[in-house]
C-alpha cells in the first residue's frame, strides 16, 4: 500500500512547488506574452465617446481561446463619466452588476412600478435588471466618476445593445422606429407636437434648433450647475440614507464589509451571494483587492469560481498554473516539436483527453488597465510591483459554495490538510521536512514577495506601512 502512486496529489504537488517558485517580477520568459487569460489594455474597444465621457468594452472572452468557452455569454465595460455630465436613461437587453471604481454620482433606476434613485460612491455594487431605465449623472465639480461592469445579455450570447427613449441620429430614439399613427395614438397627441418634444426634429424658432443641437451631443451630455444642484437636491430627497451594508439594501458598499483576508501586506473585501440578496441568483461574487507594493498575494485555486479581474491602479505579475495549455509550446521551438503540438491540439479539438499531471505556467506583466481570467481548480499568484500598490476589482461567477484553497500560508492551506506519511509518499522530501517547509511561512493570504534567501535592495528596505494607513488614503 505504501508503494502505490497518488496520481492527484502528485499533481498537486508539482503545482504547489511550480507556482511558488520563479516569481521574478519581469522576468524574460517565452510564457511572459503567450497568456490567452491575460487581455491588455488595448484589448478594449471604444463603444462611445465625446468629451463628457466614454464606454469601452472588452473583446470577447471566447474568441480569445476555447478554454473560455463558459464565458461566451460575459461582457466586461468600463464606464468613465466626467463631471457635471448625464449618461441618458436607456434600458438594455443585458443584466448588469456595476462596481464604483472612482468618484460620486447619482443613478436613477426605474421599471414600470417602482423607482431608486441613488446616490453612489467609491465601492458602491449596484444591479441593474435587463429592461430597466437607468441614467447616471456626475453632479461632482472637478471629479470623474468611473464604474467597472459585469454585462450578461439576454438575447444573443456575448451581445447587448443600449436603447435610449431620447435622440434624434445620436442616440437614435426608439420612438423613431413606430409610424405617425401608432405615435398619435400612443400619445392622444398631434404627430407635429410629438415631433417636436419627444423625437427632435428640427423646427422653426432659435430655442428649438438649440435643443437640437444638444440632442446631437451623444449618449453623454453636459449638465449645467443649475441642473446639478437640482438633481443633487432630489436624489437626497429621495434616496435612502447610507448605512453599513445588509442584505435588503439595493446597493451594497464593499467598504462597509469587513475585509475577508487583511495583514499588513494586503486586504480582500468580498461581496458573496451567501450573504447578499442582490448577488444570490446571479450567483456572482464581486471582489476588491488592494496588495501592497512588494507583496503577493500567495498561489491559490478558487474551487468552482472563475474570476474575471481587471487592475485598477499598479502593476503586477500575474502566474497561473494551467493545464490546458500545457501541450502548448512556445514559438522558439522547431518544427518537430510544432507538428507534434499541432496533433495535440486537434486531438483536444475532437474531445479527446490530454495526458495526465500535466501543468504549464503562464505568466504576464499587468498594467493599469490590464484584464485577466483565472479559470476555476487553475492555481494563480499576483505579486505587486515594487513602486505601486496595486487595486484590483474582480468578478467571481460559480460563487456559491465556492473554497478558496491556498497552497502556502498559515491558515487556509490545503497542503496542511494532507497526512504526513501521504506527504512522504507525494514529495521528494521526507513529511517531516515537507511539513517544516510549510510552516517557515508564518503570515497568510498577503506575504512579504522578496524571498528571504536575497538581499534586500534599496526599495525593499523601506518599512511597509500598516494597512490602516492604507486605508486611509481614501481608495483601495
Known amino acids: ?95 448588469a452588476l ?39 449623472a456626475n453632479v461632482e465639480e472637478d471629479q470623474r466618476f468611473r464604474v467597472a461592469s459585469l454585462i450578461l445579455p439576454v438575447n444573443m450570447p456575448g451581445q447587448y445593445e443600449n436603447l435610449y427613449p431620447s435622440g434624434n441620429q445620436n442616440p437614435r430614439a426608439y420612438y423613431h422606429a413606430f409610424s405617425q399613427k401608432t405615435l398619435e395614438a400612443t400619445f392622444n397627441s398631434n404627430f407635429n407636437e410629438i415631433q417636436r418634444i419627444l423625437l427632435g426634429r428640427r423646427q422653426q424658432g432659435g430655442q428649438s434648433e438649440q435643443k437640437q443641437s444638444s440632442s446631437n451631443e451623444g449618449v453623454m451630455v453636459s449638465l449645467s450647475r443649475e441642473h446639478a444642484r437640482e438633481l443633487r437636491r432630489h436624489a437626497e430627497s429621495s434616496s435612502s440614507p447610507r448605512r453599513h451594508a445588509s442584505s435588503s439594501r439595493p446597493v451594497i458598499n464593499l467598504k462597509n464589509i469587513q475585509p475577508r483576508y487583511s495583514n499588513n501586506h494586503g486586504a480582500l473585501w468580498e461581496a458573496c451571494p451567501d450573504r447578499f440578496q442582490l448577488l444570490r441568483d446571479l450567483d456572482i461574487s464581486v471582489a476588491l483587492l488592494q496588495l501592497r507594493r512588494g507583496s503577493l498575494y500567495l498561489p491559490h485555486y478558487n474551487s468552482k469560481a472563475i474570476v474575471v479581474a481587471q487592475v485598477i491602479d499598479g502593476t503586477a505579475q500575474l502566474e497561473i498554473a494551467s493545464p490546458h495549455l500545457a501541450n502548448e509550446r512556445s514559438e522558439e521551438e522547431d518544427e518537430e516539436n510544432r507538428h507534434e503540438q499541432q496533433q495535440q491540439q486537434q486531438e483536444q479539438q475532437r474531445g479527446e483527453e490530454r495526458s495526465e499531471g500535466q501543468i504549464r505556467r503562464v505568466s504576464s506583466r499587468l498594467n493599469q488597465g490590464d484584464a485577466f481570467v483565472a479559470l476555476a481548480g487553475h492555481p494563480l499568484a499576483l505579486r505587486a510591483s515594487n513602486r505601486n500598490d496595486l487595486k484590483v476589482v474582480a468578478f467571481l461567477l460559480n460563487a456559491q459554495n465556492n473554497q478558496r484553497n491556498f497552497l502556502g500560508g498559515e491558515r487556509d492551506n490545503v497542503i496542511n490538510q494532507i497526512e504526513r506519511i501521504v506527504k512522504e509518499r507525494t514529495f521528494p522530501g521526507s513529511g517531516e521536512e515537507v511539513e517544516r517547509l510549510l510552516r517557515n511561512q508564518k503570515e497568510s493570504y498577503f506575504v512579504n514577495a522578496q524571498p528571504r534567501r536575497q538581499p534586500r535592495g534599496e526599495e525593499e528596505e523601506e518599512e511597509r506601512a500598516p494597512l490602516s494607513s492604507i486605508l486611509e488614503e481614501g481608495s483601495f
Do not use: W
Open 1 to 95: 500500500m505504501a508503494s502505490l502512486k497518488l496520481p492527484v496529489l502528485l499533481l498537486l504537488g508539482s503545482v504547489f512547488l511550480a507556482t511558488v517558485s520563479g516569481l521574478a517580477f519581469g522576468e524574460n520568459e517565452n510564457t511572459q506574452n503567450q497568456n490567452p487569460y491575460h487581455f491588455r489594455s488595448q484589448n478594449f474597444r471604444t463603444r462611445f465617446q465625446n468629451e463628457r465621457g466614454r464606454i469601452r468594452i472588452l473583446q470577447r472572452f471566447d474568441q480569445r481561446c476555447d478554454h473560455l468557452q463558459f464565458l461566451r455569454n460575459y461582457r466586461y465595460v468600463e464606464l468613465e463619466l466626467r463631471p457635471h455630465s448625464l449618461f441618458l436613461p436607456h434600458h438594455r437587453d443585458a443584466e
Open 98 to 136: 456595476f462596481v464604483v471604481l472612482e468618484g460620486r454620482a447619482i443613478a436613477g433606476i426605474a421599471n414600470q412600478t417602482n423607482r431608486e434613485t441613488l446616490r453612489l460612491e467609491e465601492g458602491d455594487v449596484v444591479r441593474v435588471p435587463p429592461g430597466n431605465l437607468v441614467y447616471t
